[in-house]
Structures are given as C-alpha cells and as structure tokens.
C-alpha cells in the first residue's frame, strides 16, 4: 500500500509568504534605525576628535586656528590635520602657496574619513588635474562655527572665528571665550550638495538681503525662508576652501536644517557673510561639537534666541541646558 506524501498547498504557502512579509515589514525599520544609530555615532565620534583636535592645536599655538585667510584662503580644517594623525598630509602642504596651488593639489583631492559623516552619501562633483588624471576634490560634513552676522556686530565675527591677515575678529584663545566653552559651539553639520544649480539633496538659494548694513536676525531668517531662487549646492565641496558654503564655516542665523542662503550680491561667496544652516541627515536635528570638547544633538526646535546665544564666544547670553 502506498502512503501519499503531504505536502504545502497553495493556501499554506501563500500564507506563510504573508507572515514573511509582515515580519520583513516590522522588522526593516527597526534594522535601519539601527543602521542609523551606528552612523550617527560614529558622526559623533568624528565631531570629538575634531573637538579634541581644535584643543591640542591651542595647547602647541596658544590660540584655536584660524576660520580662514585672505592670502591663501585655507579653512580651519587643514590646519588641524597634524592633530588628527594625519601628519603627513599636514606636511606635505604648502601653506605658503594657495590651496588650489597645483603643489597642493595631492592633497586637495585626499578624502578623511574623520571628515565625513556617514549618514550623508552626497558627493560634490568637482574635480582636479593630478599628474594628468582628472580627480574627485576631497569634500567634508563639518563646518565651523563663525558665529551669527557681523553686521550686527560692529563688523566683527562674534564666533570663535577669526581670518588671518584682516581686521575681521581677533585671534581667538579659548581665554577669550568669555560665554564659557561649554556654551559654544566649534563645529556642526552640513550636508554635502553637487556643486550646481540643478535641484538634488541639497541647495543653497539666494536671498533678497544685500549684505548692506545691519539687521535683525528675525528678518534675515525670514528673508532666506522665503527665498526661491536656487543658486547651487556647493556646500561640502573644496574641504581646504575657507569659504562658507564650501570648505569653510557656517553661520547661526539659520536653525538646524532649515534653509541655506548667501546674500544678493555679486560676490555671494564669502568666508565671514552667509547664512548657510548647520544641516543633517540625522532624523530631529544636528550633532553639534563645543570648545568643551563635548558633543551635543540640537533639536530642529531649538528656539532661535538659544541657537544664536551658542553662536557667540563673548555675549554674554544665559543658556540653560533644558534649551538645548
């Protein structure tokens, strides 16, 4: 006598496919949320050793470098590079020439993991001409701080900014960061564009304020809000540029993840007037570097008042730590 096999029917099968599916379904955002996590640790992570790099470059120079120069237009980060176990890159440098020197240019398109937040996987198309190959220019995730708009200021960058060989801020000791360094922030994020016009992850637009003279906050940031007219995604290319919106810094005008503008001007870019926004991939916010060598994440809802006080090295802002 032959025993029939049992086997699954169509009903049976297409059964436990759905409970495949489902669980496919509960289970992919917890695993990429948990992807998520390691990314922004590990941004974390990146945000300190720049933090700790800013300190060490005080201990040997008695001053934190410099957001910029007129002369050579490098940005603080490669400065830094000689305290981020990237000695030979600092040594191969020619500070004395301009960054896009082509002596420099080995070094312009190396890419640093330390610079680079993983959340973010934008990449600027830019390129440079090594020993003939044309090659991608080294881009970043981490803007400094120079503060909020000098024009308020009495022309002066009141972050923990300053450019050398120009009357634009004074160099900058971490004596003379009077709010307290755990109060003010060094570096955020920013995320990466393609370096043109076209729409994609990320654009900075043109506001309607002509960088003339004073003016407040509130309607600047309400100036750029409104603004249509997109003038390219730049940010995060050129890591040895000085300029905002570029290699350089970023300003506190704008909330975390809001939008980013430069003035309407002929020569927009500029390394001491933008309101180019700290910015992430990070759901909620920014991961955010202090003098202190802390890292904090800001809230997209941080009120303005408290997002402009840690902008500011000597103001004399009251910050509690429930507003951050």
């Not at 002369?71 to 020619?94: D, G, I, V």
């Not at 400094?144 to 004074?170: C, E, F, K, Q, V």
């Not at 309101?275 to 955010?288: D, E, I, K, M």
Request: net charge neutral.
């Amino acid at each position: 006598m032959t025993i029939p096999r049992r086997g699954f029917t169509l009903i049976e099968l297409l059964v436990v496919i759905a409970i495949i599916a489902v669980l496919i379904a509960l289970l992919l955002p917890a695993v990429q949320a948990a992807r998520e996590a390691a990314r922004r640790t590990q941004c974390v992570n990146n945000l300190k050793q720049l933090g700790l790099a800013v300190q060490n470059y005080h201990d040997a120079n008695g001053a934190i470098p410099p957001s910029g120069d007129n002369a050579m237009n490098f940005s603080m980060k490669p400065r830094l590079l000689a305290q981020m176990e990237q000695s030979a890159a600092f040594n191969a440098m020619n500070f004395s020439l301009k960054y896009g020197d082509p002596s420099n240019n080995t070094i312009e398109v190396m890419t640093i993991n330390t610079l680079l937040c993983p959340s973010d996987s934008n990449i600027p198309t830019q390129y440079r001409s090594v020993n003939g190959v044309n090659m991608l220019v080294g881009y970043h995730s981490y803007p400094n701080n120079i503060g909020t708009y000098l024009r308020n200021t009495g022309g002066m960058l009141d972050g923990p900014a300053y450019i050398m060989g120009s009357n634009i801020g004074m160099v900058v000791s971490l004596s003379s960061i009077t709010d307290g360094t755990s109060n003010t922030v060094i570096f955020s994020e920013s995320l990466r564009g393609r370096n043109d016009a076209s729409i994609g992850p990320y654009q900075i637009y043109r506001t309607s304020d002509t960088d003339s003279g004073p003016m407040p906050l509130q309607t600047l940031a309400a100036d750029c809000l409104a603004s249509t007219t997109v003038i390219d995604g730049t940010n995060g290319a050129y890591w040895l540029d000085d300029n905002c919106g570029k290699g350089g810094g970023y300003s506190h005008v704008m909330t975390p993840n809001s939008k980013s503008c430069f003035f309407n001007i002929k020569s927009y870019i500029s390394k001491t007037n933008s309101l180019v926004a700290a910015s992430s991939y990070h759901p909620g916010g920014v991961n955010t570097a202090f003098l202190d060598g802390s890292v904090r994440f800001i809230k997209n809802s941080v009120s303005p008042q408290t997002w402009w006080a840690i902008a500011s090295k000597a103001g004399g802002e009251v910050v509690s730590s429930d507003s951050l």
